[in-house]
């Protein structure tokens, strides 16, 4: 069902329990999950009108920009089976006594402008990859997609409440995506070609004082260079180039535990895998189990399987599918409860894509020195 009220934003969070004061505190992969978000299917269209992503889906099929870009319908099982889901992982994190929160719902097919662009609107499926979490704060990234761009106000009542709870909240300076910051030629392997700092957040993992910034598609020099003049004298931020030229981070290296880490044999070598990282022990994942649940093209890479999320640094959610990746992880002493988000690749992301950590037990620690 769409909900055309543009005032049903908040809806869900406004009509529930009190809006009490939330403290941000998230410096890591893996310290104890205390409270989180996770991601909604209402509302979900791939928006027709937003160029980049067209772009986007040109260089991956070799299209030219100039054909006809076909932007299936997402068929409404999808949505059921989807919604279905995403509220069994919620609720197993309930069960285990975390908070869970859930976007408010907006009306994608609203059209938002800015003075360089047209688009209906992206579903709030993702929150990892527009608000990122370090420390005490909440960091509105700077998307890659203009059908993105206020995304972020899907949170607002949230990030209300952790301003009120004494977090500290900063938004990076939006993109201005016109038509000529697109790539078009195919062999550039990067959507975007612009000066400004454009980055998802799902383009940053945390490891205490270090943070791993990928350079991708979706993560450019300029925006690493704003989170780490934003960031300087608190955090490192290593710059991850030449490992990966799609999207996230979170499908090449995933942090397990203090001393562990779990990297895509495709992409990561001895050589290339990032300095600190070369001081932990490094597990190779193993070949993903391939599957499909409907027609739809795959908007992720065949590695979903590594975007696992960790509730703590001895448990796991993990593609239920990905049996010899779950055995790798229990040889290491990580307990795994295996779910499934059966049109993740589709619809764009895994357990880790889904979720956004507000709040895990634990502090700021050094675990490179
Ligand atoms: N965060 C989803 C991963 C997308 C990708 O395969 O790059």
Known sequence: MLHNNPNAISARQENGSAQSPIRVNAHNEWDPLEEVVVGIIDNARFPRKDHVLKTDIALETNQSIHDDIEIPDIPDFVIEETREDLDIFAGEMEKMGITVHRPGVIDTQRKVASPFWETEQFYNYCPRDVLMTVGDMIIESANIFPSRYFEAYAYRDLLLRCLEGGSRWIAAPRPRLRAIDCNTDARVKAILNTADPAFDAANVIKAGKDLFYLISSSGN???????????????????????????????????????????????VNEDNLPEPLKKWDVIYAPEMEEYAYSDLPPLCSAWLGLNLFMINPNLAVVDAHQKALIKLLEKHKIDVLPLKLRHGSPLGGGFHCVTLDIRRRGGKEDYFS
């Open 221 to 267: 020099e300029a925006g690493l260079k704003w989170l780490r003049n934003t960031l300087r004298g608190e955090y490192r931020v290593h710059a991850c180039p030449g490992l990966y030229t799609g999207m996230h981070i979170d499908t090449t290296i995933t942090l397990l535990r203090p001393g562990l880490v779990l990297v895509n044999p495709e992409r």
